[in-house]
């Protein structure tokens, strides 16, 4: 038979017992790991490692770009373990100015070139392009598909006052988007325009959603393709085009790390595995090249 | 609908078939929330008291500020960690940025006004003819503290509860001071940020289902504590 009159004091040093058992086991979790981890290769030299901190963009992220070269670079380099902290490009640069990164893969070129210009960064290189393109609803309000020309699409957007999307965020993206609406000659403003201040995703989730236009890179579209009720409106035109760039900062914590990561991206090994990145899920490239 | 399903189908297979990375994403989770809960009582619950129990001058002003404290949005804190810890910052040697200890900082900020205002209420409401009665009866200051507590444990318990809630489930801050690095420092709210930014609703879903459980487990084990101690008081 239970005595119950003890039965709350049980419960009590069961509590207590559970938050030290949850203490021990989260304590245990996290420097178990650290102990693991050079067990992993039995056999190789361990190696002394070293976090190299790349700030990038979100949407280069979300494309699942990372999980391809990170991994690579890791194997031809295994002295180095890259981080990755994705932020907008705006952000990206602050930190890079701050020296809280290593090296830094954005796609805002007048701004990255300002960055080294300012001697923040040691030196910019091109490293691949994608194309940015503007999507919309099926139903096409503003009867824009097919056009190539992105001002005429812009124009025929805010003329019909229909929905628009903005990232409003200060990201590569954004900044793009801007510049075209000042190619344009527009101002836009309005109840047909919205600026979110989100990332990529959050901003075609809400385009889809509310059967607006948006302007977006080409590799974040495909890879959410599946999930949108958005189609390519227009594609093609030169004003589009994305360059990525790679950065070491000037004076960086781990720069070795930093300048290692930067001088393998763009070599011809790396750039062959950006080539192949996205072709089997999506039936064609996410990025193009172009390292020199 | 569909997404519900999926979410609940993906949480299941998460945690039965869970890669190394989830598991980092839990371990991490509850390293920060369980360590800025601990330094959030050991400088909480003494603020409390101090605010709840005793007269100072500028206690006012304490308990102004440890209220506004609680309604400081965390992405503010996490803010302010990080402009302090940045390379640039007053503390950038400690080279702490994107690391899981900087979270647990930021967090730290957020679970200690929370605990001591709440600890100052809980402690406010022991009557102080019991104090006096104690006192009478030869206890020294140290005692009379303990006695206090000791009285209004329920209402520090929630406190704790609190402090624990608004760690476990705060993104803004670990967001900033963390980067959201994989297998270093996402934890589950991040994940939730980042997956149904991807769009990946059901996996962000389930993130948030693994969240709930496991704060709800624990919530569940403060309540039966809080309800076992009512009963044997009563006895």
Redesign the interface.
Same mark, same amino acid.
């Not at chain 1, 989100?198 to 959050?202: H, K």
């Given at each position: 038979m239970l005595d119950l +009159?003890l @039965?709350?004091?049980f =419960? +009590?040093r069961a @509590?207590a017992l559970? =938050?030290v058992v &949850?203490?021990a086991f989260?304590?245990a979790?996290?420097g178990g *790991?650290k102990a693991e981890a050079p067990d992993e290769s039995p056999g190789e030299p361990v190696v002394e490692t070293s976090e190299v901190?790349l700030a990038s963009t979100?949407s280069t992220? /979300?494309s699942g770009l990372f999980g391809e070269i990170i991994p690579a670079f890791e194997e031809a380099y295994p002295q180095y373990k890259v981080? #990755? #902290?994705? #932020?907008g490009t705006g952000q990206a640069l602050e930190i890079g +100015?701050?020296? /809280?990164a290593d090296v830094l893969l954005v796609h805002a070129k007048s701004d990255e070139e300002e960055f080294v210009a300012e001697g923040y960064g040691i030196e910019r290189r091109d490293v691949m392009y994608n194309d940015f393109i503007i999507v919309g609803p099926e139903s096409d309000p503003a009867g824009i598909k097919g056009e190539t020309d992105a001002k005429k699409a812009f124009e025929a957007i805010a003329n019909g006052k229909h929905l628009f999307v903005s990232r409003g965020d200060d990201s590569g993206t954004h900044k793009r988007e801007m510049s075209v609406w000042k190619a344009a000659g527009i101002e836009p403003a309005g109840d047909w325009y919205n600026s979110i201040g989100?990332?990529?995703? /959050?901003t075609? *989730?809400f385009a889809s959603e509310s059967e607006g236009y948006t302007l977006t890179d080409r590799g974040t579209y495909l890879? &959410?393709k599946g999930? =949108?009720d958005l189609v390519i409106a227009v594609e093609g035109d030169p004003l589009l085009l994305n360059q990525y760039g790679v950065i070491v900062v000037t004076d960086a914590?781990n720069l070795e790390g930093g300048q290692a990561f930067a001088d393998w991206v763009v070599s011809p090994e790396a750039q062959d595995v950006i080539a192949k990145f996205g072709v089997a899920e999506f039936g064609e490239p996410l990025f193009v090249p172009n390292a020199k | 609908m569909s997404v519900l399903v999926e979410a609940v189908v993906t949480s299941v297979r998460l945690v039965l078939q869970g890669s190394e990375e989830f598991w980092n994403v839990i371990a991490v989770t509850f390293e920060v929330a369980i360590i800025s809960t601990i330094v959030g009582v050991l400088l909480g619950t003494p603020m409390g008291f101090l605010m709840g129990a005793t007269r100072f001058r500028g206690r006012r002003t304490m308990i102004a500020l440890t209220n506004t404290g609680m309604a400081i949005p965390p992405v503010v804190i996490g803010l302010l960690v990080m402009m302090m810890l940045s390379r640039k910052g007053p503390l950038g040697f400690l080279g702490m940025l994107y690391t899981v200890n900087a979270m647990s900082v930021a967090q730290t900020f957020i679970s200690t006004p929370m605990i001591a205002g709440l600890t100052a209420a809980a402690v406010a409401s022991i009557p102080y003819k019991l104090r006096l009665q104690a006192r009478s009866l030869g206890a020294s200051p140290w005692q009379e503290a303990l006695l206090v507590i000791k009285e209004a444990r329920l209402g520090v318990v929630a406190a704790v509860a609190a402090g624990f809630g608004a760690v476990v489930r705060g993104v803004g801050a670990v967001m900033m001071v963390g980067g959201n690095i994989e297998g270093k420092t996402r934890v589950l709210t991040t994940a939730i940020v980042q997956e149904s930014r991807k769009g990946e609703f059901g996996t962000s879903l389930a993130y948030g289902i693994i969240l709930m459980t496991v704060t709800f487990g624990l919530n569940g084990l403060i309540t039966w504590y809080q309800h076992s101690s009512e009963r044997l008081g009563r006895v």
């Open positions: +009159r @039965t709350p004091a =419960l +009590r @509590t559970f =938050l &949850m203490l989260s304590l979790a996290c *790991q901190i979100t992220e /979300d981080s #990755v #902290v994705a #932020v +100015r701050n020296k /809280d989100q990332g990529m995703g /959050d075609l *989730q890879s &959410m999930k =949108l914590n | -």
